[in-house]
């Protein structure tokens, strides 16, 4: 199946960067991988990709939306 390669480590990935729920990060992190591709390359962004400093800093700031402290609930 394509994307199952990338997709398989991907949970030891989140989990090394202390995600409590790696599954699901890694499934949000692929996704958005998944629509800056196909926007950069088929979508609405083929007329303007991002460069490289700007995917950088999209994922850095998604990578730590996914994994910053949370308040504990109660």
Do not use: N, Q
């Not at 088929?42 to 490289?52: D, I, L, N, T």
């Amino acid at each position: 199946m394509p994307g199952m390669r990338a997709g398989r480590g991907a949970p030891l990935r989140t989990c090394a960067l202390g995600s409590e729920e790696p599954a699901r990060h890694a499934r949000s992190f692929i996704a958005w991988c998944d629509g800056i591709a196909f926007d950069s390359l088929a979508g609405s962004g083929a007329a303007s990709p991002p460069g490289y400093d700007e995917l950088y800093k999209d994922a850095e700031e998604l990578v730590g939306t996914l994994f910053r402290e949370r308040p504990e609930e109660g």
